[in-house]
Every structure is written in C-alpha cells, then in structure tokens.
C-alpha cells in the first residue's frame, strides 16, 4: 500500500527542495508560490492546515501498481468504501461496464472531486451515469505525486467536493526521454489477470518554460471464472446452527453441495430443463431429459435434482473486464516576459478505453407475453379454443413434446443457458485547458485565467435478442415447397408436429407464399440439444444482434483567479484568494434502439438522457496566520472561505468555512472548523430517461417470508412490518400492480 504522509510529517520538511518543486496546480515554481490541494491561497511552505495526504510516485513504484486508479483504489485513504472498477460487470454503474471511479469516506464518487493539476477532470464513460470521472482516463508515467484531501471542500472547490478533493499531479521538471514498462504476471497464471504497460516520456526544460509529452499503452487481459480455482465452484456455504451440516443449495444427490447455485443466492443459471403447466388446475412441475431423450421426462421440482451448471459457460463468464488504454498526455508553459511574469500554460490529454465483457444468458419465455401450447384443454384443441375465442395465440405449438403433453401439461416453459454474450465499450475523452498567468505588479499579488474543454464520445454494445423476433420465431407454421433449409426446423419424432417442416409465419404473406426478403428462423426450445443449450448457428444469427448506444458527455470551464497578501500579522503574511468560475456541462446518451422501443427480451426499456446545465461561482478565502514561533504558539491560525453559487436548473446558494488551528509545538498541533456545503444534482439525476430493469440478485430473507413463518413470529411480523405496505400495490387502478421505474428530475432521488 503507498505510504501516506500526515500534515504533521508534512510540517517537518516545509520548505521544498529548490528547482525541484510543482504545486497543486501542476505549475513548476521555485520558491513562495507553493499551492497545496484544499486551498487557493499561496503559501511558501508545504504545511497546510487541512488534512492532506500524499501519495507520491515512489510509492507507487514500491506498491507495483498497475495504473493511477489502482494506486487511488488499493490505498488506505480510500478503504472502508465500495469503489467502482472494472469487476462491477452487469450492473448499470457510474461509468458504464469496466469504468474506475473513487470516493471519499463512504459518500460515493458523485460527491469526490477528481482534479488533475488542480482543474476539474470531467465525467468519462459509457451510457447515461456519467456522474463521476473515470480513472482510465489518467496517464500513468508522468503523475508526480496524488494529493488526496480528506475532508468537506465545497466553499474552496464547488458542491462536488463534499466528501473530498483527489488531485493528481503530472512532472514538470524533466529532461531527456524516459522509456518506462511494467508488467503483472500472477503466479497462477491461468490465462488471465495479466497486465502490462508501455509507455514513453520525453520532456524539456528551458530557462523561460518547458514542455512535456508523454505516450502510454496499458493492456489488462481480463479475468476469467475459469481462471483461478478460487472461482470455479462458488457454492452457498450455509450451514445449520444447531448441527453444523451443510445446507442450501445441493446437487442431485442430495448431499454435496452444488457448484453455481440459484435456488437462494442467484449465482448460477437455471438450465436444461423444462415447464410443463396444467392451465387447468394451475399445476406446474418442472422436467429434465433422461439422457437427452425427449420421449423420456424426470421429475426436477426439487432445486436439488435439476441439471447442474454448464461450466464451460460459467467458466467463461468473467469477474474483470478486459481493458485496453492508449494515452497521450501533454503539458507546457512559456514565460512570454519575465519582469511581469507573464506566462502562457496549457495541457492536453487524450485517451481512448476499449473494453468488454463476456456474461452468461439465459432464453426462458418470462419475456413472452403468450405461451406454448400442448396437448388440450377441457378436451378442446387449442385450435378448436382459438376460433371460440377468436385467439390466433392459441395454437398447438408443433415442436410441444408428447412426453409433456402425457403429463396432464398444457402449457410448457425452457430454462436454456443459452452461448455467452459479450458486451463492448469504445470510449474517446480528450481534455484541453489553455491559460495566461502572471502578476499584477502590487506586492506578491498574481492572476491566472484559464479555459478548459472536456469531451467524451463512447459508444456501447451487447449482444441482445429483441423479443420481437423470438416471439415470430415462436409462431412456427407449414414452410410452403421451396422454403430455403436455413429458414426451415424439422419437428422432431415424439413431437406434435413430427416430420412436418415449419417456418416462421412472418416469413409468408397473407397468400402462405414465401417472402423475398424472409429471414426469421423458427426456434424449437423444447429439442434436447436447445434445451442444453446448443442451439444451431443460423438460430442464433437470427435470434442475436449487437445492440448499440451512444454517448456524449461535454463540459466547459472557465475561471479567473487573484491570489496574494495583503498585509502582515505578528506570524506571517495575510494570504487571500479570490475569483469566479463558470462551468457548462451537456450530456445526450441514445441508448440502443430495441431499449427505446421496450423490444429487449428479459431485459428492461430505456430512453434518451439528454440535458445541459450552466453554473456561474464566486469565492474566495482568507487565511490570518496570528502568531508563529512563540512560547506555546508555534502556530496559530485563522481560516476563512466562502463560495456564491447558481444552478441554472437549481438556482443560487452560498456556502463557507470557519476554521483554526494551533500548535503549541511543532509536534502537537490542534484544529477546528465549521462550515456548509450543499451537493447540486448532477445530470444524470436531473435529465435520466425513465428506466426498467432488474435489481441485482441476493438473499433477501423477506423472500416468501409468508410461507415460511407464520404471524407472531419475528421473522413475519418483521418483514411484513418493512414491505406490508408495498405489497399488491395498485396505484393507477389499472388493474395491474404497480411496475416500478426510475425517473430524473426536480426532487426525485
């Protein structure tokens, strides 16, 4: 873990080595003109009242850290909190799949202030959560050193620094080329997990400025289930208090228990097995293939005797997203006239993520809003019931097993663990800032105005199936002559159409004649093999396709600053720093155009995020140092700072800190403050377009709580106390219960 150094230790060295030093802002200096992270003002020491802590690039090195997101995520300073990396997989997550996000002190990304050399780093990744900067971003050979503040800076910084300020760094001071690489081969090698970085830095110092440019390639090739034998067979691990045997979900035998699970926690997939529903009396039991073969069926209602996980697909699934970064970052300055100190800066960083996923999936007919029919109803064929009730889904589904329908089952269901998805994301960031500086000939008094553009274009895939096309490729009926066999399933022996060749009936016109452009290709999810899983490359090519969005993320800054002393007091120079800042963001997210029609199958509907804001700022800070180097008063200090801020969308507030410190000695030092911050909405949560989905999987131990207690027991008056009031919820009167969704907007959460 990089070593973290305290204000105290900090007190200890507090002038820097001459020549040899960059300030919070990434600007070299040489002396009196040090800026430390959580404050403006000028200073000539690098003490600072505020709790910072130093992460510098020897503890990196030291560490072995593959990237400046994990030397940000790996360290003590941010343990305790849940940081987004590249194993949030399947999750919709700040950033996207495979984005790196840190917060401070368990209050999340949205509320740390990511900034590099002392300037906001803007939101980067894929789909409409962009509400935090992702650290893929970041380049990882010229970074000097990370100044973490662990501590509320919204009056000094904006509403996005309420949890802390991270500031990262970059060299100023190098001559001559640096060829850097590094690599990270576990010793269980395994296929995954490896990392290697290239990079290359060449910078340039001259007596009225310098320049750096550096180039970097960072590969990590992911992590695979099947890679560690840690992950090859997650299991329950419950146990019963009273005798200590293992318990939850087991295997077919009843005894060991199973690999990939999913009858409490959702690990595993159910799969390769059927549902047989008798609509009659509401029966539904659930069979599994005896050796493959579909005139044979075995009772799987027990969790434990259904079939057990695919592993090749498991085995496949991965637990850390592949990455690869290429980053050119560049930096320079150019004093145009020394006795003013005018000077010309600016920076410039590019970076372009590509990444993905492989998960597992599964094809059951939850997302169908009809069933497969079989066998008869109240003696009536489904067909007989689909004229009485002028029906066209009732019908006798051709490819329904005999073995089924010989159970008393009328209706069927599949549980197919279907070949694994992948998911993609392409993400393109660049960040540009241009400024002049220099001083206004009064005292020590200096400016800096600055102009900052960021910009992120990601685009985002995964491969889907729309439930359009696998509801027409469950509409099966006769192929007329001349069908093309790759539009064509023979029904199986043992089946209700045996022998007969069908296609989909969208293929044909209103005439059963076969049309030009048909394509659709009918699904048979009861053929053993499907059910297993195998389902047929021209099945697949129909049924699958890439479902892709896009994102636009674009922030613009500008800020003014006046910095210096006014006075002297008994311990030191009155220091102050004042200046505005306005800032416009935009975001516009398209997601795919199955999600915006509600066409995902098993999946949820989406639609287009879209907003700007405008925020104008004011601030400013005083810091009155009262007394130094006296009996009992090594230091003692005063701190002030406020900050005007408008929302457009939000409107005005102010905020401030009030703050002191004394040192009786160097070693003791004690100190206090006092202020208000206030967090504005980001866009996401202002303009998100109404979203359905799923919530992620887990244990709730109110699941069914109804059947297993009974009232007056803790575990039912309990859970019927927290989700009574939820349950069987019709608001609207529709009819229907209430399908939750998640919206933006003025005061929603």
Partial sequence: TPVESTPAEQAEEETPPAGETTNAEGEPVSEGAIVVTGSRIRRNTYNTPSPVDVITREDAVLAGSRSTAEVLQSSTITSGSAQISPTFLGFVSEGGPAANTVGLRGLGASRTLIMLNGRRLAPAGAGPELIAADLNVLPTAVVHRIE????????VYGSDAIAGVINIITDTKLDGLTLDFYTNQPIEHG??????????????????????????????????????????CPKDLWTDPATGAPTGHFE???????CFPFQYEVIGTPQNYILGAD?????????????????????????GLRPLARLDREFGTHVYSPIKTVTAYVNGAYEINPDSELELYGEALFTTRRSKQESTTQITPNGLARSLYGGTFFGYTWEELGEIYGNPDYFTFPFFPDSLAATGANAGGFFISAPNIMSRQKVDFFRGNAGIRGNLGFGDLRWDANLQWSETKSRYSVEGIRTTKIDAALRPVLAPSGTPDNLVVVARPGTAGAGNRYTCASNL???????????CVPFDPFNPDAVFGDLPQNQLDWLYDDQVGHTKFRQVTGSVIVDGSLFRLPGGPFGFAAGAEFRRDRIRDVPPAASLEGDVYNGGAAGITAGKDRVFELFGEVEAPLLRDRTLFHDLTLLASARYTNYKSYGSTGTYRLGAQWAPVQEIRFRGSYGTAFRAPNLFEQFVA?????????????????????????????????VGAFLNQDTDGDGTFDNWVATGGPGVI
């Fill in 690 to 722: 109404d979203q359905t989905g799923f919530a992620p999987a887990g244990s709730d131990p109110c699941d069914d709580f109804a059947s297993k207690s009974a009232p007056g027991q803790p575990l039912y008056d309990n859970c019927l106390s927290q």
């Fill in 279 to 303: 609509l009659a009396t509401n029966a539904v039991n659930r069979y599994a293939y005896v050796n493959g073969d579909i005139n044979q069926l075995r009772l799987v209602n027990d969790f």
């Fill in 509 to 519: 016109d209103s005439n059963g004649n076969l049309l030009a452009d048909a394509e």
């Fill in 148 to 155: 973490v503040l662990r501590e509320g800076a919204s009056s």
């Fill in 252 to 258: 077919p035998d009843l005894v060991t228990p199973r």
């Fill in 191 to 232: 296929g995954g997990g490896r990392t290697y970085r290239a990079s290359g830095v060449f910078g340039k110092t001259f007596d009225r400025g310098h320049i750096l440019a550096s180039l970097e390639y960072r590969q990590t090739t992911g992590l695979r289930v099947g890679d560690r034998d840690e992950f090859r």
